[in-house]
């Protein structure tokens, strides 16, 4: 019997309006806490960012669209594609063609009248982690997990006669660990995975560094006598790792608002500035709002990166090679990306937010104080993109913004915590460390942007990275292998007011 906790979070299911019987809306958003759940315990809970993904990626079996949690109304399946669900940088996000049977019809104009707007989702939970937190409350932060379903709800209540009929046990009461020794449980996370499914995590992993290793040693006994070009395309998986390896080691690229596409260039639109709405008489002509939509295109450009290893280090590396070439490469990746995102300026590379015209200049002069300064670039943000800004800046900005104190002395840059992680804090905005940015120190040079990159900087990732092993006349010479990691993205600001930057004088 497989044992399956069921969540509910207030998310929105959307119908397509030309009536097609499409679906679309996030199942769950990652890294945000939950209600306090629990019966007999009380506990808050968030999904963290990847999980979704690994488990979508390493299911085994088919996930379904269901109406109310209920197997006997399947609207779509992962099994024919007409269930799409991927995790993008929000959440779990799902796209659901409902097959026109009777219920089918229903339940698609119960969604699309809005009876039925809500999204759910059933699970087990394989990686999990929990710490103290307010008032008593534990929370809990789900690092791995198998999805079953996901369910267009009404409300909250679930049917256990309903779960109890497809012969599994709904965990209604999560039993919470001893938080005491919170260190000796966090190593023990690290080793472990619980509900029994360690094995079947470790043997598809080790399958993969094996098929990744043996890949390269088949390579490397080749006839090195060959004269000709000859390369080995690397399993796509291999790939899609790097590109969400950025992710992890770059916080400017994993804020951006990211666009996927499979051919041709995308137009997004350029919002100049934030539209409210207005009240009115009755009768009365409500006033064109002031702001205008323009477009921004984004077109490929090529971004890769290359590393040689020896024949010698393929064939008696003790590492694990799958894990160690694509976390290099990302590593090498990331760099000339998040430099594009921030400081790009050519053709190669995308638009930079240094180096576009819209965002507003604060200038830093040696008669203008530099605390004034930053707090004028704060107060220039509009509120509702500064809850999610951050201040970008150099090492060397950073190392002189920390110096700076109030009256009683205490400095203005203070330790916080952003989404659960421990970091930097000035006015109590996030502060990111980029070595893409310049030090400050020479007239005209930008050591400093504010602004939230979500709500204003786009990128385009072609879908189709590759990773290519080349064992050409060159490298068979020398006894190595050349590693060729090839995407193509695009980037720019498409909402210029979400940004300020200092620029010094």
């Known amino acids: 019997m497989k044992q399956v906790e069921l969540r509910f979070y207030n998310s929105e299911i959307r119908a397509n309006e030309d009536g097609s019987m499409k679906v679309s809306g996030y199942v769950n958003k990652v890294e945000q806490l939950s209600e306090v759940l629990g019966s007999a315990k009380k506990f808050v809970e968030k999904i963290a960012k990847g999980a979704f993904d690994r488990a979508i990626k390493n299911t085994k079996t088919d996930i379904d669209f269901l109406a109310e949690h209920d197997t006997k109304q399947v609207l779509a399946s992962t099994r024919n594609n007409s269930l799409s669900l991927r995790e993008d940088n929000v959440g779990l996000y799902m796209e659901a063609t409902i097959v026109p049977t009777s219920y089918g019809k229903d339940y698609y104009e119960l969604i699309n009248s809005g009876i039925l707007r809500n999204m759910s989702f059933g699970f087990r939970t394989v990686k999990d982690y929990w710490k103290s937190g307010l008032n008593g409350i534990a929370e809990r932060t ?219 200049a604060f200038v830093l002069s040696a008669d203008v104080s530099l605390l004034d300064t930053l707090l004028d670039m704060t107060l220039n943000i509009h509120p509702e993109y500064l809850s999610k800004a951050q201040f970008i800046m150099s090492r060397p900005f950073f190392n002189r913004v920390s110096k700076l104190k109030d009256a009683v002395g205490h400095a203005y840059v203070q330790n916080g915590i952003i989404n659960g992680k421990p970091t930097k804090t000035l006015f ?78």
């Open 142 to 360: 789900i690092h791995e997990l198998e999805l079953f379903e996901v369910s267009a709800v009404k409300n909250p209540a679930y049917s256990q006669s309903t779960l109890s009929a497809r012969g599994i046990d709904l965990v209604e009461d999560i039993t919470i660990p001893n938080l005491k020794n919170e260190k000796e449980q966090l190593n023990k996370m690290k080793t472990e995975f619980r509900y029994n499914t360690k094995n079947e995590i470790e043997i598809r992993k080790e399958n993969e560094s094996r098929e990744f290793n043996e890949t390269l040693k088949g390579i490397a006994t080749r006839d090195l006598q060959t004269t000709d070009y000859s390369g080995a395309v690397i399993p796509e998986n291999v790939a899609d790792q790097i590109v969400v390896k950025l992710e992890e080691v770059s916080p400017v690229f994993a804020r951006a608002k990211k666009f996927y596409s499979t051919s041709g260039a995308l137009k997004i639109p350029r919002e100049n500035a934030v539209g409210v709405g207005m009240f009115v008489g009755e009768g009365e002509n409500l006033i064109e709002d002031a702001m205008i939509l323009g477009e921004v295109k984004l077109e490929q450009k090529r971004v890769g990166a290359a590393l040689s290893l020896t024949n010698q280090l393929i064939n008696d590396a003790a590492i694990n090679m799958a894990e160690y070439v694509p976390s290099l490469l990302a590593r090498r990746v990331y760099k000339a990306v998040e430099e594009s995102i921030l400081h790009g300026n050519t053709d190669e590379s995308f638009r930079g937010i240094v180096h576009e015209e819209e965002v507003e």
């Open 428 to 505: 109590g905005l996030e502060v990111v460390i980029s070595s893409a940015l310049e030090d400050g120190d020479a007239s005209g040079q930008t050591p400093l942007i504010l602004g939230s990159i979500e709500d204003g900087y786009a990128v385009m990732v072609k879908k189709g990275a590759t990773m290519t092993v080349v064992q050409d006349s060159k490298q068979a010479l020398r006894g190595s292998q050349l590693f060729v990691f090839d995407s193509y993205m695009d980037g720019c600001v498409y909402n210029p007011d979400a940004f300020a930057k200092l620029v010094i004088a």
